[in-house]
């Protein structure tokens, strides 16, 4: 799991070292208890424990690779453009 949370991180443009919290999103959500939980508290199947699995991971990954762009030196935040289903 170590290894999956280092190759995501750098693929995504992330430093060395990934966050901590993007390591406990990854194993926390592949873990076989977080399954689990969503199929036996929240009654749903497999295949959607995968995809709010999925869904946390690449959320927490946009978000930390979104902080680690701002933080280099004299990068400057684009403005967020609208999806086209979304533009008037």
């Given at each position: 799991?170590?290894?999956?949370?280092?190759?995501?991180?750098l693929?995504?443009?992330?430093?060395?070292q990934?966050?901590?919290?993007l390591?406990?999103t990854?194993?926390?959500h592949?873990?076989?208890h977080?399954?689990?939980?969503?199929?036996?508290?929240?009654?749903?199947?497999?295949n959607d424990?995968?995809?709010?699995?999925?869904?946390?991971i690449?959320?927490?990954?946009?978000e930390?690779?979104?902080?680690?762009?701002?933080?280099?030196?004299?990068?400057?935040?684009?403005?967020?453009?609208?999806?086209?289903?979304?533009?008037?």
């Open positions: 799991m170590v290894e999956m949370t280092h190759l995501t991180w693929t995504s443009g992330g430093g060395a990934p966050p901590d919290r390591v406990s990854l194993v926390t592949r873990s076989p977080f399954t689990a939980a969503v199929t036996t508290d929240v009654g749903l199947d497999y424990a995968a995809e709010l699995a999925y869904d946390a690449v959320a927490t990954l946009r930390l690779t979104e902080m680690s762009t701002l933080e280099r030196p004299g990068h400057r935040r684009r403005p967020k453009v609208p999806a086209t289903s979304q533009r008037p």
